[in-house]
């Protein structure tokens, strides 16, 4: 049953809260975890130990660079362009080899924040200062409106970090869309997609025990009681993990250890809780071959080459037109 939100939001943040916060069963969504605190946490988690997708995507942009670079070039060179720049860290191995082999490329990092942006860009001059850096602050969805006329030589396009996995399988399809209406012919994308595996490794990922991922789950209610003047005690909450090995889908919630009432005051808002109440807040998604062949398939692309870590837990996939 979908309620009709008759109020209007000046900020996409509030008006998503509203909306989430007022259905059942309630739910907020996991892009507005990343404020500079949640960048931080995020930061955090990539290097906790029981957090294996970072290492397992490194060792393949490690152990194949100079396959993939080859696959990233043309006639007249290339643009690489990167959606969700985060850090880093994982980028500068690939450029550093292009660097070195000397290819004639530029780097366009893509991301929502203009302060991770800067960092990045900082971190570049300092560390590889022979790449030329283009940012392009925005959402993806505009960004990629624009690189279908940014035409002039080949376009690699790069996601990591199985970022696609926040989203459930239609929207994943429309984002790959997306991204293949941006393409031409000769264009290509690679992209990393975290692989289904024991269950139970995919737990601890999501459920640390030094608690970095319930305090990146809970920043949510911070963000709330700060940005919009609510009075969350996030002690009051318990982050729950959920993985289901059939469907490859892992859940976050927060669960209300009690009854309890939380005013919003920006929003005008009273939310009520029932004890064992959850709020359902991230999906990260594991695939296989099969699923993201589907995927493909659904927007108009074709795999045609992957790598994949020494453990086989992850993936990055090579796509064409
Ligand atoms: C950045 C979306 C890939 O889902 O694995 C990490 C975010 N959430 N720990 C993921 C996240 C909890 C991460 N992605």
Redesign the pocket.
């Known amino acids: 049953m979908k309620k009709e939100n008759t109020t209007t939001y000046t900020s996409d943040f509030a008006q998503d809260v509203h909306e989430g916060l007022t259905q059942y069963p309630k739910y907020l969504s996991?892009k507005f975890i990343y404020d500079e605190k949640g960048d931080k946490l995020?930061q955090d988690?990539m290097n906790m130990p029981e957090?294996y997708?970072t290492n397992c995507e490194f060792n393949i942009l490690k152990k194949h660079t100079s396959l993939i670079a080859d696959y990233f070039n043309g006639e007249k060179g290339f643009d690489l362009i990167e959606l969700g720049a985060g850090d880093g860290k994982k980028t500068k191995i690939l450029l550093q080899h292009l660097v070195d082999k000397n290819y004639d490329f530029k780097y366009s990092p893509v991301d929502i924040s203009q302060h991770i942006l800067d960092d990045l860009e900082h971190s570049l001059q300092k560390k590889i200062p022979e790449v030329s850096v283009e940012t392009l602050q925005g959402s993806y969805f505009k960004v990629l409106e624009n690189l279908a006329d940014y035409n002039t030589r080949k376009k690699a396009i790069m996601v990591l970090?199985?970022?696609i996995?926040?989203l459930m399988h239609d929207k994943a399809i429309e984002f790959l869309k997306n991204i293949q209406v941006a393409m031409s012919d000769e264009d290509m994308l690679f992209m990393g997609f975290?692989q289904k595996k024991n269950p139970e490794t995919i737990l601890n990922?999501?459920n640390d025990p030094t608690g970095i991922?319930e305090r990146?789950?809970k920043n949510l209610l911070v963000r709330i009681n700060k940005e919009l003047d609510a009075n969350f005690d996030t002690e009051n909450f318990k982050h729950w993990e959920t993985y289901d090995p059939e469907t490859g889908t892992?859940k976050?919630f927060l669960v209300s250890l009690k009854e309890q009432e939380v005013s919003i005051n920006e929003l005008n808002l009273n939310i009520n809780f029932k004890a064992w109440e959850t709020i359902h807040t991230?999906i990260?998604q594991k695939y296989d071959d099969e699923v993201v062949e589907w995927l493909a398939d659904e927007a108009g692309l074709k795999v045609i080459e992957f790598f994949t870590d020494d453990k086989g837990f992850y993936k990055n996939y090579i796509f064409k037109k």
Do not use: C, K, Q, V
């Open positions: 996991s995020f988690i957090y997708l970090g199985s970022n996995g926040n975290d990922a999501y991922t990146f789950n892992a976050s991230e990260s």
